[in-house]
Nanobody
Framework: VQLVESGGASVQAGGSLRLSCAAS???????MAWFRQSPGKAREGVSF?????FYADSVRGRFFISQDNAKKTLYLQMNILKPEDTATYYC????????????????????????WGQGTQVTVS
């Protein structure tokens, strides 16, 4: 499986962006996630979807995750962007066979998530 993120850009605070994550290969993963990382900071889980979507507190109400299974593409709609949203954004597939508890625990570090893309840069000023 290969994941390719796109859609990153430089925007002003208050603006919006939509990130895409296109999957190729054996894409039987219905559980997918977005992460982000800024220089000098730890990787941060942003959102994942397995049934109901889950969002980090820092983005809840502003970011929205969705999937188009026919297009094998994961999206992240980002609204009301803030300078602290500046980061490289990555998509990844959830750990295989993880229980709900394991998934929530893994989400905060990214441990066990698979097939990471190369990332797309979002800069908010």
């Amino acid at each position: 499986v290969q994941l390719v993120e796109s859609g990153g850009a430089s925007v002003q605070a208050g603006g919006s962006l939509r990130l895409s994550c296109a999957a190729s290969g054996d894409t039987a993963n219905s559980c997918m996630a977005w992460f982000r990382q800024s220089p000098g900071k730890a990787r941060e889980g942003v959102s994942f979807t397995r049934g109901n979507p889950f969002y980090a507190d820092s983005v809840r109400g502003r970011f929205f995750i969705s999937q188009d299974n026919a297009k094998k593409t994961l999206y992240l709609q980002m609204n009301i962007l803030k300078p602290e949203d500046t980061a490289t954004y990555y998509c990844a597939a959830c750990p295989e066979g993880a229980s709900d508890l394991q998934l929530y625990q893994s989400f905060f570090t990214g441990a066990g998530f698979r097939f990471w893309g190369q990332g797309t840069q979002v800069t908010v000023s």
